[in-house]
């Protein structure tokens, strides 16, 4: 295991309420963090699953929760940045974590012996005497496995694992495309046509604008702060359309269209529902 002295994923955020370093975080951190995170939890859930002391709530639910916190860690600030802030090194990352990522949830839920603890725990709820809070979660816990093929077997559990990566895969190239084209969107409007906009939301549009050599005019993005913020702000109805065709019309065509990938995503869920609807999870 090769730990980067300086990667801040790997130790203690040193800031207040430790909140992420976002200034210290660099791009070539997020990859062997994920693969770090990835690790540790595959440790503590083989742990848990061959716990050879009898299921109860606390060995396999409570630990089942608190496992894997670098990778939530890692995966909170990587997809929260990636939808704020993308570019294509972003992007490439996202591509090759997404599959693995997707691999190793599914080989949880696919995981026999801990699917067995978690269920046994469910069994015996009723005389758990859990409080509301422990309670939810050992419901969501047993739901999560119940609905993603845990009772799968055989050729059926296979078939399950092969169309979630592929919905994986899908699903992250969709989202892909959809914040490559909102990227390629400008729309210049000019002083008379900021009527009720927030000071806040012009002074970033005029910032914009002269970052590409066009002061005294002012940049808008479909950026959803940006787009949401106009649609409630602007007094001008005409260019509210505007916004609002741009916005609900992207990736229909071109380069970054998603028509092919969304009735492919729905053939995999359907697939996917098919697959389950034949377990009983009473």
Do not use: C
């Amino acid at each position: 295991m090769t730990h980067a002295a300086n990667n801040p994923f790997f130790g203690k955020f040193k800031t207040p309420f430790e909140t992420p370093p976002f200034d210290k975080i660099k791009i070539e951190h997020y990859e062997p963090a994920f693969d770090e995170g990835i690790k540790q939890m595959e440790k503590e859930v083989q742990e848990i699953a061959n716990n050879p002391q009898p299921a109860t709530f606390e060995n396999t639910v409570v630990a089942l929760e608190r496992s894997g916190k670098l990778l939530e860690t890692v995966s909170s600030v990587f997809f929260n940045v990636l939808g704020a802030e993308a570019n294509d090194e972003m992007m490439e990352i996202s591509m090759r974590v997404s599959p693995k990522l997707s691999d190793y949830g599914t080989s949880i839920t696919l995981n026999a012996p801990l699917w067995k603890r978690v269920k046994a725990v469910y069994e015996k709820r009723d005389g758990l005497n859990l409080d509301s809070e422990d309670a939810m979660l050992l419901q969501k816990t047993y739901d999560s496995f119940a609905l993603s093929g845990a009772d799968l077997e055989g050729a059926d559990r296979e078939a399950y694992r092969k169309l979630s990566a592929e919905l994986s895969e899908l699903t992250t190239v969709f989202g892909q495309n959809v914040l490559k084209e909102l990227n390629t969107y400008e729309i210049w409007l000019t002083a008379d046509d900021l009527a009720g906009l927030p000071k806040g939301i012009v002074d970033e549009a005029a910032q914009l604008a002269e970052a590409k050599g066009r002061k005294g005019e002012f940049l808008f993005t479909l950026a959803q702060p940006t787009y949401m913020a106009f649609m409630k702000y602007s007094d001008r109805p005409d260019l509210r359309e505007r916004f609002y065709r741009l916005y609900t019309g992207r990736n229909t065509k071109g380069e970054y269209s998603n028509v092919e990938n969304m009735s492919r995503i729905a053939a995999v869920r359907l697939e996917i529902a098919k697959l389950l609807g034949s377990q009983n999870y009473a």
